[in-house]
């Protein structure tokens, strides 16, 4: 209130410890393409592991883009990734007609319960989907008419099982329809199954693994270890899915939650396989359980959250998404309802499921993004100064097109710098063309053609470096050709996080790069002098002493303080840190209150970045010099801060004096 109009006592709390905050200056960001995860969206990777898990493993499509990240990463920990598809092409792999679901908004805004009639899809759109299978049990999972036997005069006859010796690999049965070699459609097995063999011979019950996938195959069975037991002819056989009794603790019945609404028989249990062995390495590999979910749409766990099988898979599964209902079921509420077992697998003569649902993804494509993808649904997503936090853009085996972009887009928000390396402008091992496998001159030539003609920009607010590093891919054990980029950029945040920001991240204290095997091009003196007359930063092997960052240049041809990588990243953390604060000032009185207030808040700052180094001298303005009457009357507020940048040493010049032996070196020197 502003005045008190009766006796009283009225407290106030006058805040006048405003300072200038710390900045985040060190994340860095990347859009490109990737072999899986989500699309089109800002995703935080920590680490390589973590890059891995969400986008996964390199190859000869994707190398480029998961080692630019993984250098980074080698450096840093804090990177914002963009994976980009053509849209128009990819398409997750499905158990029905197939479907582009792009990222988590995409699904529950657009593709969720859009008609479509897919059980369930891959998490992400790509070729990788169509290595998963969803297995779906009400019961023990095991399939046969009894017992989980497979017999009938309508499918396999029991009689005509071959003999097994100890250590077979595998065996063969008959149909006793036909009298020849059974097509194994019927049997319906898949790798990573389970059989089980019964009878009074061989021991007892005998159990193997199927190593591959032999539906539709007319051939022998082949199994995963050799036969420890005999089984002779005759012998009765089942098969188990993918070890569905020890996935699981418990056979699904019925649900607590729904046996204490009055329903019955809800209860399933599925499980997601790496059917073909492309995320795990191992064919038939359990990725996910989710044990004693619910049929019962508003069924809930112990803890309260959801129990409903959909949106316990939508909300927990790496791998896939839950969409069309399950056939033979209506999926429904729990009070009293007795909800029917699902079919599917059961429904086919000969097989005698009993109450499961086994389902293979397919018809999942990748698509390699154009430059208009790339930028448009991928970079775009870091224009917003205001709403992305972002310092460092690492541009990969981006074309000149791209980084002519992303120059741009760095321009315009002022805060953050682009990382470029030369590029060919072709995707793939063909990227480093302008520097593998040719000689010095040539690859100088190139180099600087791309810079000056090809790339032709200027700004303090990007990087160019000389080329691309041989490094070593664990993943698939070859040797590649990646962009430098991705590695100067991991510089420069280790850098800010060892020293400051201004720190140059150049030289042989800051400047070593990680996990080189042999350089592209490894510039004499002769050629780093040409380079770096173009604003290239030469990256250099030296005998025993590592690959180093030889130069910290910004691509700025107008030569001035901010042509150097420390002096723009100074400048940087001043203006975003200051301006952070200023925003406090708006809406108040433009007198010598506030100005005296901006200026106590600004000093202490300037003076402690002076102290590590950042600047040699500052001056801050803001009083009635600047804030005359004619720009308090627009409503404006001007303060002038002037820097005296601190200078990185570039040239080293020793000057050694031979002097007569008589000479005093007091006289001399001085």
Same mark, same amino acid.
């Given at each position: 209130?502003?005045?008190?109009?009766?006796?009283?006592?009225?407290?106030?709390?006058?805040?006048?410890?405003?300072?200038?905050?710390?900045?985040?200056?060190?994340?860095?960001?990347?859009?490109?393409?990737?072999?899986?995860?989500?699309?089109?969206?800002?995703?935080?990777?920590?680490?390589?592991? *973590?890059?891995?898990?969400?986008?996964?493993?390199?190859?000869?499509?994707?190398?480029?883009?998961?080692?630019?990240?993984?250098?980074?990463? &080698?450096?840093?920990?804090?990177?914002?990734?963009?994976?980009?598809?053509? !849209?128009?092409?990819?398409?997750?792999? &499905?158990?029905?007609?197939?479907?582009?679901?792009?990222?988590?908004?995409?699904?529950?805004?657009?593709?969720?319960?859009?008609? &479509?009639?897919?059980?369930?899809?891959?998490?992400?759109?790509?070729?990788?989907?169509?290595?998963?299978?969803?297995?779906?049990?009400?019961?023990?999972?095991?399939?046969?008419?009894?017992?989980?036997?497979?017999?009938?005069?309508?499918?396999?006859?029991?009689?005509?099982?071959?003999?097994?010796?100890?250590?077979?690999?595998?065996?063969?049965?008959?149909?006793?329809?036909?009298?020849?070699?059974?097509?194994?459609?019927?049997?319906?097995?898949?790798?990573?199954?389970?059989?089980?063999?019964?009878?009074?011979?061989?021991?007892?019950?005998?159990?193997?693994?199927?190593?591959?996938?032999? +539906?539709?195959?007319?051939?022998?069975?082949?199994? +995963? =270890?050799?036969?420890?037991?005999?089984?002779?002819?005759?012998?009765?056989?089942?098969?188990?899915?993918?070890?569905?009794?020890?996935?699981?603790?418990?056979?699904?019945?019925?649900?607590?939650?729904?046996?204490?609404? #009055?329903?019955?028989?809800?209860?399933?249990?599925?499980?997601?396989?790496?059917?073909?062995?492309?995320?795990?390495?191992?064919?038939?590999?359990?990725?996910?359980?989710?044990?004693?979910?619910?049929?019962?749409?508003?069924?809930?766990?112990?803890? #309260?959250?959801?129990?409903?099988?959909?949106?316990?898979?939508?909300?927990?599964?790496?791998?896939?998404?839950?969409?069309?209902?399950?056939?033979?079921?209506?999926?429904?509420?729990?009070?009293?309802?007795?909800?029917?077992?699902?079919?599917?697998?059961?429904?086919?003569?000969?097989?005698?499921?009993?109450?499961?649902?086994?389902?293979?993804?397919?018809?999942?494509?990748?698509?390699?993004?154009?430059?208009?993808?790339?930028?448009?649904?991928?970079?775009?997503?870091?224009?917003?100064?205001?709403?992305?936090?972002?310092?460092?853009?690492?541009?990969?085996?981006?074309?000149?097109?791209?980084?002519?972009?992303?120059?741009?887009?760095?321009?315009?928000?002022?805060?953050?710098?682009?990382?470029?390396?030369?590029?060919?402008?072709?995707?793939?091992?063909?990227?480093?063309?302008?520097?593998?496998?040719?000689?010095?001159?040539?690859?100088?030539?190139?180099?600087?053609?791309?810079?000056?003609?090809?790339?032709?920009?200027?700004? =303090?607010?990007?990087?160019?470096?000389?080329?691309?590093?041989?490094?070593?891919?664990?993943?698939?054990?070859?040797?590649?050709?990646?962009?430098?980029?991705?590695?100067?950029? #991991?510089?420069?945040?280790?850098?800010?996080?060892?020293?400051?920001?201004?720190?140059?991240?150049? &030289?042989?204290?800051?400047?070593?790069?990680? #996990?080189?095997?042999?350089?592209?091009?490894?510039?004499?003196?002769?050629?780093?002098? /040409?380079?770096?007359?173009?604003?290239?930063?030469?990256?250099?092997?030296?005998?025993?002493?590592?690959?180093?960052?030889?130069?910290?240049?910004?691509?700025?041809?107008?030569?001035?303080?901010?042509?150097?990588?420390?002096?723009?990243?100074?400048?940087?953390?001043?203006?975003?840190?200051?301006? +952070?604060?200023?925003?406090?000032?708006?809406?108040?009185?433009?007198?010598?209150?506030?100005?005296?207030?901006?200026?106590?808040?600004?000093?202490?700052?300037?003076? *402690?970045?002076?102290?590590?180094?950042?600047?040699? /001298?500052?001056?801050?303005?803001?009083?009635?010099?600047?804030?005359?009457?004619?720009?308090?009357?627009?409503?404006?507020?001007?303060?002038?801060?002037?820097?005296?940048?601190?200078?990185?040493?570039?040239?080293?010049?020793?000057?050694?004096?031979? !002097?007569?032996?008589?000479?005093?070196?007091?006289?001399?020197?001085?």
């Amino acid at each position: 209130m502003g005045f008190q109009v009766s006796p009283g006592v009225n407290v106030k709390e006058i805040d006048l410890t405003t300072i200038v905050p710390a900045v985040a200056t060190t994340q860095a960001a990347f859009a490109g393409p990737f072999k899986w995860g989500p699309c089109e969206v800002r995703t935080n990777v920590v680490s390589e592991d *973590d890059l891995v898990n969400t986008f996964w493993k390199p190859d000869n499509t994707y190398a480029n883009s998961f080692f630019t990240c993984a250098n980074f990463l &080698g450096y840093s920990n804090n990177l914002q990734v963009v994976r980009v598809v053509d !849209t128009s092409t990819a398409v997750n792999a &499905g158990d029905g007609t197939v479907a582009l679901v792009k990222n988590d908004e995409h699904w529950y805004g657009t593709v969720q319960d859009a008609g &479509g009639d897919n059980t369930f899809l891959a998490k992400y759109p790509g070729v990788l989907g169509n290595s998963l299978a969803v297995h779906v049990f009400d019961d023990d999972g095991s399939k046969g008419a009894t017992g989980g036997l497979v017999t009938g005069a309508d499918g396999l006859q029991s009689t005509k099982l071959t003999a097994i010796a100890v250590g077979d690999l595998s065996f063969s049965i008959t149909n006793g329809n036909s009298g020849g070699d059974t097509n194994y459609t019927t049997l319906g097995a898949s790798a990573g199954d389970q059989i089980q063999f019964f009878g009074s011979g061989g021991g007892g019950r005998v159990v193997v693994t199927l190593e591959n996938d032999v +539906t539709g195959v007319s051939a022998d069975i082949i199994i +995963t =270890s050799p036969f420890r037991d005999s089984v002779p002819a005759g012998t009765s056989f089942g098969i188990i899915r993918q070890n569905s009794k020890s996935a699981f603790l418990t056979v699904p019945t019925t649900t607590e939650d729904v046996a204490s609404a #009055g329903g019955t028989n809800d209860a399933m249990n599925i499980l997601v396989i790496d059917e073909d062995g492309e995320f795990s390495g191992t064919k038939g590999t359990i990725l996910e359980r989710f044990e004693n979910v619910s049929k019962a749409t508003d069924a809930i766990k112990y803890d #309260g959250s959801g129990n409903f099988y959909k949106d316990v898979i939508n909300q927990e599964s790496r791998y896939i998404w839950a969409d069309y209902d399950l056939a033979g079921i209506t999926t429904t509420t729990k009070a009293n309802n007795t909800f029917a077992n699902i079919t599917g697998d059961g429904n086919v003569a000969g097989q005698h499921f009993t109450a499961s649902i086994s389902t293979s993804l397919a018809g999942g494509l990748d698509a390699y993004p154009s430059d208009g993808d790339i930028y448009t649904k991928g970079w775009a997503e870091f224009e917003d100064a205001e709403s992305v936090d972002v310092s460092l853009l690492l541009s990969g085996e981006a074309s000149a097109t791209i980084q002519r972009l992303l120059i741009d887009l760095c321009d315009r928000r002022k805060d953050c710098i682009a990382l470029l390396s030369p590029t060919s402008g072709s995707t793939g091992a063909a990227a480093a063309n302008l520097v593998k496998n040719k000689t010095a001159s040539q690859a100088l030539e190139n180099i600087r053609n791309f810079r000056n003609q090809t790339l032709n920009k200027s700004s =303090s607010y990007a990087v160019l470096d000389s080329g691309f590093k041989y490094q070593y891919d664990r993943y698939n054990d070859v040797y590649r050709y990646v962009p430098l980029n991705g590695d100067i950029g #991991g510089l420069i945040a280790r850098s800010e996080v060892e020293q400051d920001a201004w720190w140059s991240p150049a &030289g042989f204290s800051r400047g070593q790069i990680k #996990g080189v095997v042999k350089l592209a091009f490894n510039p004499k003196k002769a050629h780093r002098d /040409d380079l770096y007359v173009d604003q290239i930063n030469p990256v250099v092997a030296f005998p025993g002493e590592g690959v180093v960052l030889y130069g910290d240049k910004t691509l700025q041809s107008k030569p001035s303080a901010f042509d150097r990588i420390n002096v723009r990243r100074l400048f940087i953390v001043l203006e975003k840190a200051i301006a +952070t604060a200023a925003k406090f000032s708006l809406f108040e009185f433009n007198d010598e209150f506030t100005r005296s207030q901006f200026r106590n808040m600004v000093v202490p700052f300037l003076r *402690d970045v002076q102290a590590r180094r950042g600047i040699y /001298d500052f001056k801050v303005v803001c009083d009635e010099s600047n804030n005359p009457g004619s720009v308090i009357d627009r409503n404006e507020f001007v303060a002038d801060l002037y820097i005296k940048p601190a200078r990185a040493i570039n040239f080293i010049t020793l000057n050694f004096i031979a !002097t007569p032996t008589g000479v005093d070196f007091s006289e001399v020197g001085g």
